[in-house]
Every structure is written in structure tokens, then in C-alpha cells.
């Protein structure tokens, strides 16, 4: 159907994976840029990673029974990633409800989402016309990005891009936008997984309530 050869990030789906009061995140196993021939692999080591230990043990402090969370798994087209990130439709650092925080990094977002490495910071107003309140810019070092050979390779960023916000001004809003939109249809707020490619598209890979007890946001 792509008319192309493609290759998949295979990741979990479970019931209750994510939710405002908890979150699975990062608990299941992600398998990223897997052929079609290793597809049916791939999904066996998601559903094994429902009985990982560390799971299972965060299961034990939430009570929650082993049946009580099938698993699922989805195949998702890899994007060749420019700039990945995660936006917080409310600010978790302060708690605020007039901010959105849009955080990004050069290559693949997977060393952000697991917290490997530190994320460029843009603080957006919620009110249009979504000005940037204010940035951190963080020096990027190294990025992870797809190789032709189909394999991922951490590779150092060039020097006079280090400093650099990896995303424009432009980018930061347009990405806010959409996720506020996301917000507005799930009528909660949200944490959003994007990617940008090299032709400058904008890609939502994921979005999940944002769990403001998880990040000690007072919802009052």
C-alpha cells in the first residue's frame, strides 16, 4: 500500500497502559525499525514484556492483577526523524494551566522518552495566538537516527548544531497547536509523542493523558 519498502516500531498497547491516575510508560518493551520478516518476533518480545520483573513488581504496588491488563501490540511506519519530542499540554514543572511545554531533540525521540537524554524546552501560551513565553536550549551532543542498513546508530551531533533549538519558532506553535486540539478532543489534557522529518511533516505517534498526580500537579 506504501508502495515502498517500510520498516515498524513495534510497541505495546495494553489495556490501562496509560491513564491520568498511572502509566505503563516505558515498562513494556519497543522494538524499533523491524522488518516485515520480524514482525511476529518482535510481538512476542512486547507480550513477554508484559511479565518482565520490573513490571511485574510495579503491578504489585498498584494492586493490579495479571489478567487484569491484556496486552495488545501495534506496528507503526518508522518516520526517518529530524527533530522528535513530547508536548505537555499543562506545564508539569510548575503546574500552571496557562502553558504548554513542547520538548524536543535531533533524531529519534526514544533517548527523551526514556530520559537518556536532555530535551530542548519551549514554554508556549495556551492563548492564540501561542506565543513562546520562554526556551531552553539544551547542547545535543549525540542523536539517534535510522541508517540506510535498516539498523538505529547513536552518531555525534555536528558542533555548530549543538547549540541549536532544533526546532523553529514556527514548528514550536504549529506543534502546540495541534496538540491543544488533541486536548480539546479527548476534553483532558495530554502528553503527545511527535516526530518532524526531513521535509519539515509533522507526525503524532502517540498521545495518552497526562498523569498531572504522576507529575504533582494540583488539578485545582
Known amino acids: 500500500k506504501r508502495g515502498k519498502k517500510v520498516s515498524f516500531?513495534?510497541?505495546?498497547?495494553?489495556?490501562?497502559?496509560?491513564?491520568?491516575?498511572?502509566?505503563?510508560?516505558?515498562?513494556?518493551?519497543?522494538?524499533?525499525?523491524?522488518?516485515?520478516?520480524?514482525?511476529?518476533?518482535?510481538?512476542?518480545?512486547?507480550?513477554?514484556?508484559?511479565f518482565s520483573?520490573?513490571?511485574?513488581?510495579?503491578?504489585?504496588?498498584?494492586?493490579?492483577?495479571?489478567?487484569?491488563?491484556?496486552?495488545?501490540?501495534?506496528?507503526?511506519?518508522?518516520?526517518?526523524?529530524?527533530?522528535?519530542?513530547?508536548?505537555?499540554?499543562?506545564?508539569?514543572?510548575?503546574?500552571?494551566?496557562?502553558?504548554?511545554?513542547?520538548?524536543?531533540?535531533?533524531?529519534?525521540?526514544?533517548?527523551?522518552?526514556s530520559g537518556r537524554a536532555e530535551m530542548v524546552q519551549f514554554t508556549v501560551s495556551r492563548i492564540h495566538p501561542f506565543d513562546i513565553a520562554d526556551r531552553k536550549i539544551a547542547q545535543k551532543r549525540r542523536r539517534l537516527v535510522m541508517m540506510p542498513n535498516q539498523e538505529i546508530h547513536e552518531q555525534p551531533v555536528p558542533e555548530h548544531e549543538q547549540p541549536l533549538p532544533c526546532l523553529s519558532d514556527k514548528e514550536v506553535l504549529a506543534l502546540a497547536e495541534?496538540?491543544?486540539?488533541?486536548?480539546?478532543?479527548?476534553?483532558?489534557?495530554?502528553?503527545?509523542?511527535?516526530?518532524?522529518?526531513?521535509?519539515?511533516?509533522?507526525?503524532i505517534l502517540q498521545t495518552r493523558p497526562l498523569s498531572l498526580q504522576k507529575h504533582g500537579v494540583n488539578r485545582d
Open 53 to 113: 520483573e520490573a513490571c511485574l513488581a510495579y503491578q504489585g504496588e498498584t494492586d493490579i492483577k495479571k489478567d487484569a491488563v491484556p496486552m495488545a501490540v501495534i506496528c507503526q511506519e518508522m518516520i526517518p526523524a529530524r527533530a522528535s519530542g513530547i508536548i505537555y499540554t499543562i506545564d508539569p514543572s510548575d503546574g500552571g494551566w496557562q502553558k504548554v511545554l513542547v520538548t524536543a531533540l535531533y533524531g529519534l525521540g526514544e533517548p527523551g522518552v
Open 178 to 203: 495541534q496538540a491543544l486540539s488533541l486536548e480539546r478532543f479527548q476534553r483532558r489534557p495530554q502528553d503527545v509523542e511527535w516526530a518532524i522529518d526531513e521535509g519539515g511533516r509533522q507526525y
Open 9 to 50: 516500531a513495534i510497541r505495546s498497547s495494553a489495556w490501562g497502559e496509560d491513564s491520568e491516575l498511572q502509566s505503563f510508560a516505558g515498562q513494556f518493551k519497543t522494538l524499533l525499525n523491524q522488518q516485515l520478516a520480524q514482525v511476529q518476533s518482535a510481538y512476542k518480545k512486547v507480550i513477554s514484556s508484559r
